[in-house]
């Protein structure tokens, strides 16, 4: 276990408006691996409120309620940014807030540690979750850890993950996978070429069944999910005057949630048939769940319209637990990883009222 915060720990008010605390946040710089002052900061910050039992497995910090409540929700954000990219400190300009981090997922976090600190008898017993590293590997992501050591903490009816989507609920998300196609030929001078096979005119055809392809575009729970299958790397030659042997397309798959990461590589083995296929990375998608109680419940309290999730977010791995969930943030989700990232005030404010009123509390 880590050590407890120190004297140079920052100082987290959580009675303090959420744009600010938001700003406060994006302010002690915490990309991913260095999220030590940020969980010092959250840890104490929560630690003073006796509603809550606070616990830390490495830089996660999960604070829980225990009311006897009918149903269990998580509301989770991660901790941890992008590099740097001179976009430190956090500044105000005219009703948004600019800085790293502050979209994604600062103001989601700020509004989490809100919600826990300041509703102190929810309807609906809560675990709350912020974690480190999930802008990396895997195999370091904090959720990942968690589900690893102690799966009963991410038990629930419903979870909400603070990703930002524009301050409205997206649900579910699109499952990923990436293959290698490979062709394949000769070698020969490329004075004589006829005496040779050229690998990456072979590619050719591989780039024609991308073109040609028609992604599905079904419709789950009322919501419509577009597929895309597309090249993203091409590797080949071995010299100015040499035919190369050998060409690698690699290719995204980006596919709906109905669809297992097996069956997701048998359509893609499809595509290509007759082609050389090796899958080099997948993740499956999550179903969208609104059928749910808690989650029918949860859209209709933040506005009563959902759209699906066009990307692959942690939401996959509480599906992946039998646990529904959705994706509910403030910011823009096409400005994650920008150097102008930013957020607006006023969707900051909105969506803390949206989670508040949910869970039973005055506005």
């Given at each position: 276990?880590?050590?407890?915060?120190?004297?140079?720990?920052p100082?987290?008010?959580?009675?303090v408006?959420?744009?600010q605390?938001t700003?406060?946040?994006?302010n002690?710089?915490?990309?991913?691996?260095?999220?030590?002052?940020?969980a010092?900061?959250?840890q104490?910050?929560l630690?003073?409120?006796d509603h809550?039992?606070?616990?830390?497995f490495g830089?996660?910090?999960?604070?829980r309620?225990?009311?006897?409540?009918?149903?269990?929700v998580v509301?989770?954000?991660?901790l941890?940014?992008?590099?740097?990219?001179?976009?430190?400190?956090?500044?105000r300009?005219?009703?948004?807030l600019?800085?790293l981090?502050s979209?994604?997922?600062?103001?989601?976090?700020?509004v989490a540690?809100?919600?826990a600190?300041?509703?102190?008898?929810?309807n609906?017993d809560?675990?709350?979750?912020?974690?480190?590293?999930?802008?990396v590997?895997?195999?370091r992501?904090g959720?990942h850890?968690?589900?690893?050591s102690?799966?009963?903490?991410?038990?629930?009816?419903?979870?909400i993950?603070?990703?930002?989507?524009?301050g409205?609920?997206?649900?579910?998300?699109?499952?990923?996978?990436?293959v290698?196609?490979?062709?394949?030929g000769?070698?020969?001078h490329?004075a004589?070429?006829w005496?040779?096979?050229?690998?990456?005119?072979?590619?050719?055809?591989?780039l024609?069944?991308l073109n040609a392809?028609?992604?599905r575009?079904?419709v789950?729970?009322?919501?419509e999910?577009?597929?895309?299958?597309?090249?993203?790397?091409?590797?080949?030659g071995?010299?100015?005057?040499?035919?190369?042997?050998?060409c690698v397309?690699?290719?995204?798959?980006?596919?709906?949630?109905?669809?297992?990461?097996?069956?997701?590589?048998?359509?893609?083995?499809?595509v290509?048939?007759?082609?050389?296929?090796?899958?080099?990375?997948?993740?499956p998608g999550?179903?969208?769940g609104l059928?749910?109680p808690?989650?029918?419940?949860?859209?209709e309290?933040?506005?009563?319209?959902?759209?699906?999730?066009f990307?692959w977010?942690?939401?996959?791995r509480f599906?992946?637990?039998?646990?529904?969930?959705?994706n509910?943030?403030?910011g823009?989700?096409?400005?994650?990883?920008?150097?102008d990232?930013?957020?607006?005030l006023?969707?900051v404010?909105t969506v803390?009222r949206?989670?508040?009123a949910?869970?039973g509390?005055?506005?």
């Open positions: 276990m880590p050590s407890a915060p120190t004297a140079r720990t100082a987290l008010d959580l009675w408006d959420a744009v605390l700003e406060d946040l994006v002690i710089e915490s990309v991913s691996g260095n999220e030590q002052a940020i010092d900061a959250v104490a910050a630690a003073a409120y809550l039992e606070v616990q830390r830089h996660t910090i999960v604070a309620t225990h009311l006897g409540r009918d149903e269990r509301v989770a954000g991660h941890d940014t992008v590099p740097l990219n001179a976009n430190l400190p956090a500044r300009d005219g009703d948004v600019h800085g981090g979209c994604d997922m600062k103001g989601g976090v700020a540690l809100k919600v600190a300041l509703v102190p008898e929810p609906r809560v675990t709350f979750l912020f974690y480190e590293c999930e802008e590997e895997a195999e992501n959720l850890l968690l589900a690893q102690h799966p009963e903490l991410l038990e629930a009816d419903f979870a993950l603070m990703e930002p989507s524009d409205v609920v997206e649900a579910g998300c699109q499952g990923t996978l990436r290698d196609v490979t062709t394949r000769s070698r020969a490329s004589r070429s005496t040779g096979v050229n690998a990456i005119h072979g590619a050719g055809e591989v024609a069944r392809y028609e992604p575009r079904p789950i729970d009322g919501l999910y577009r597929e895309g299958l597309n090249a993203v790397f091409i590797e080949g071995v010299a100015g005057n040499v035919l190369p042997d050998e397309v690699s290719v995204n798959y980006r596919f709906a949630p109905d669809r297992s990461v097996e069956e997701a590589f048998a359509h893609v083995r499809e290509f048939e007759g082609f050389e296929l090796e899958l080099s990375d997948s993740a999550a179903l969208p059928s749910v808690a989650a029918a419940a949860f859209v309290a933040v506005g009563g319209r959902a759209n699906p999730k990307g977010t942690d939401v996959a599906s992946g637990l039998g646990v529904p969930a959705v509910f943030g403030p823009d989700p096409h400005l994650a990883h920008r150097q990232e930013h957020v607006p006023d969707q404010r803390e949206q989670l508040r949910w869970l509390a005055a506005s």
